[in-house]
């Protein structure tokens, strides 16, 4: 198993020993990755917001990255995809976002939405495990990470993952500019 240097106060398990701190499907996602490269604590969920998390478990704000499910429309028709950035960042939803869905409008879905299309719980939503046809778009920063502290699906878990890993995702896009900083 790796050594993480960035997991704070936490006790880092490999991630397909410890299946009950995954939802669903990114247990069975993980099964297809090298579970050497994934690492999974677990957490105290009424602190799985990334502040508070990072707080309490002295991870460091700058290696830990958010996934955030977009809802693009055009002519009727919705396109989901996740947005993976710095927690120091913000997504560009209405630029580059809504450009690469070919949408006239983007938002982020609704709480009630991406947690039925992902399975997965709402301040856990992951890249890994999303459904298939979604296109996964990475933050050139987040993909250049050595090191990263990501959702895993619940809230009573956190992966530990790498930015090559994340890039190497099925339908995984690394975008230069798709977060901008918090101002």
Known sequence: MRNWTISG??????????TDLLAEPVAKALTTLDGEQVGVVEIDPELADTAAFCEAYSAPLTASANCVIVA????????????????????????????????????????????ELTGMAYGGITPVG?????????DKAVADSPELIIGSGVRNGKLL???????????????????????
């Open 9 to 18: 106060t936490l006790t880092v398990h490999p991630a397909d020993q410890r």
């Open 72 to 115: 693009g429309k055009r002519a009727g028709e919705v396109r989901y995809a996740a947005a993976l950035v710095l927690a120091t960042t913000r997504a560009d939803v209405n630029g580059v976002i809504k450009r690469r869905l070919d949408a006239r409008k983007a938002s982020f879905a609704p709480m009630d939405e991406a947690v």
């Open 130 to 138: 999303l459904p298939a046809d979604w296109p996964i778009l990475i």
């Open 161 to 183: 993952v790498t930015g090559e890993l994340l890039a190497s995702l099925p339908n995984a896009e690394v975008i230069e500019g798709l977060a901008k900083p918090v101002a």
